[in-house]
Nanobody, 126 residues
């Protein structure tokens, strides 16, 4: 079965950190751009970070730049999102998505992904 599975979400206080994981099964992420999207209650889904199929190219939304870090571990077939200095406005469901052979868009976007994960909830609350 071809799928992406996210993990690592949770409830944290402002200023704390979380690391999200996006693990692929049934296919290898090498050769895919992988993006993280966030959807907050009542808001549209937005791109947060994208690790490009082009090695070394990682893109971030304006809100994520300087606080979040995307990475991939091909040996583990997993993409990560390290989120530091979390804010209330980072709250939402985080989804990873992958698309073969296409570079990331700017600001952490990825058009027409081939695969989506089921999401992991991040709640930042004091």
């Amino acid at each position: 079965q071809l799928q992406l599975v996210e993990s690592g979400g949770g409830l944290v206080q402002p200023g704390e950190s979380l690391r999200l994981s996006c693990a692929a099964s049934g296919f290898t992420l090498d050769g895919y751009s992988v993006a993280w999207f966030r959807q907050a209650p009542g808001k549209a889904r937005e791109g947060v970070s994208c690790v490009s199929v082009i090695p070394g190219n990682i893109y971030y939304s304006n809100s994520a730049a300087g606080r979040f870090a995307g990475s991939r571990d091909n040996a583990k077939n997993t993409v990560f999102l390290q989120m530091n200095r979390l804010k209330h406005e980072d709250t939402g469901m985080y989804y990873c998505a992958a698309r073969a052979g296409v570079a990331c868009g700017y600001y952490g976007n990825l058009s027409n992904p081939d695969y989506w994960g089921q999401g992991t909830q991040v709640t930042v609350s004091s």
